[in-house]
């Protein structure tokens, strides 16, 4: 038997997690718990078609973050900072990162009113998810055209669990406001196999599925490497994990799964510099991830500003406390250009 690992919810994106030891353990028998939700979100659409109502009802997000009870530091200069403040720092910017909390539900109601307040800016949006993979933007497309119920979306588009809740504030906010929104990830399968073979699983693509994964991918022994490796294992426990042969766990299993990381970040970068790059000269591309993936400006980001070094980029990255009014400043630096402190959900 080898050895299980569990992941810390701030640090990763547990989907994927998820997917990497299922299809390690059964290879051919991956149960998506998505389409459950999926079809329970249909249900509800389905009634409330029926009563009338056509769509579920978005409440309009116009509050700001402080007086919702968040608090905004920054911490490279150890203070606290308005929304207002912040808003003129990403007026400037070309890309803003958003590192959540998937299952912090302060944390989502804060990206909702961010999103709403930087729409205000009067610059072009582009919204960008790590939630959604590329492989159904043409489904995405279609829904924001009008081309397809919501039902329909749901249904094709693999949303993750706590779309309804979660998401589909943001996609609603770009659909009324004819805002592009992109589907930045890699398909989950895809980093499944990356996860348990390696890079060499991009071989194995048609020309097709190669498109749904970056064509350029770097996995560097760097800062970021030493930070995953130390965030994998510090949650190792148990035992029943998935093994290859040969296998030294959690190590190796360890270095496969930063390899699947380094995909879904290279992954994320490409879309969203192609998005931009395709956009008008000012349009501001505002992304959605798991903060693994941003803070530290490393991960994703790092990967953007590699391809675009001249960008303008900005992090933000959301920490649950238990008192975000004393929360300390300092143990926040570096990891972001801003942090919202959500007062934590038990």
């Not at 944390?107 to 998810?129: C, K, M, Q, Y």
Request: aromatic letters at 8%; one cysteine or more.
């Amino acid at each position: 038997m080898g050895t299980a690992v569990t992941l810390n919810l701030r640090y990763f994106d547990w989907i994927t997690m998820r997917a990497f030891y299922s299809l390690g353990r059964h290879p051919h028998a991956l149960i998506d718990m998505r389409s459950v939700v999926v079809a329970l979100l249909a249900v509800q659409i389905a009634a409330c078609a029926s009563a009338g109502s056509g769509v579920i009802p978005v409440t309009s997000s116009a509050p700001s973050l402080e007086a919702s009870g968040y608090r905004i530091v920054s911490p490279a200069d150890g203070r606290d900072v308005t929304m207002q403040q912040m808003l003129n720092r990403l007026s400037r910017a070309d890309v803003v990162f958003f590192g959540e909390q998937h299952t912090d539900p302060e944390t989502h109601r804060a990206e909702a009113l961010t999103l709403d307040a930087i729409g205000r800016l009067g610059r072009p949006i582009i919204l960008s998810l790590e939630m959604f993979e590329r492989d159904v933007q043409p489904v995405l497309d279609d829904y924001l055209a009008g081309r397809i119920s919501e039902a329909d979306f749901l249904a094709r588009s693999r949303p993750w669990p706590n779309y309804a809740i979660d998401y589909r504030p943001l996609v609603e906010l770009a659909r009324a406001h004819h805002w592009p929104v992109v589907a930045a990830d890699v398909p989950r399968p895809l980093a499944s196999a990356v996860g348990r073979k390696g890079l060499a699983a991009l071989d194995t693509l048609t020309p097709s599925e190669r498109l749904t994964a970056a064509r350029e991918n770097a996995c560097p022994i760097d800062d970021y490497h030493a930070r995953f490796m130390d965030a994998m294992h510090a949650h190792s426990t148990g035992s029943g994990g998935a093994a290859e042969p040969g296998d030294s766990l959690p190590t190796a299993m360890a270095e496969r799964f930063y390899l699947a990381q380094c995909v879904k970040d290279e992954t994320m970068a490409e879309s969203i510099v192609m998005a931009k790059r395709a956009a008008a000269r000012d349009a501001l591309v505002v992304h959605f991830d798991g903060a693994f993936h941003s803070d530290y400006a490393q991960g994703t980001v790092a990967r953007v500003k590699r391809r675009e070094p001249s960008w303008d980029v900005v992090v933000i990255s959301a920490v649950p406390v238990a008192d975000p009014s004393v929360a300390p400043i300092a143990p926040q630096t570096g990891v972001g250009d801003f942090v919202i402190f959500t007062k934590q959900s038990h």
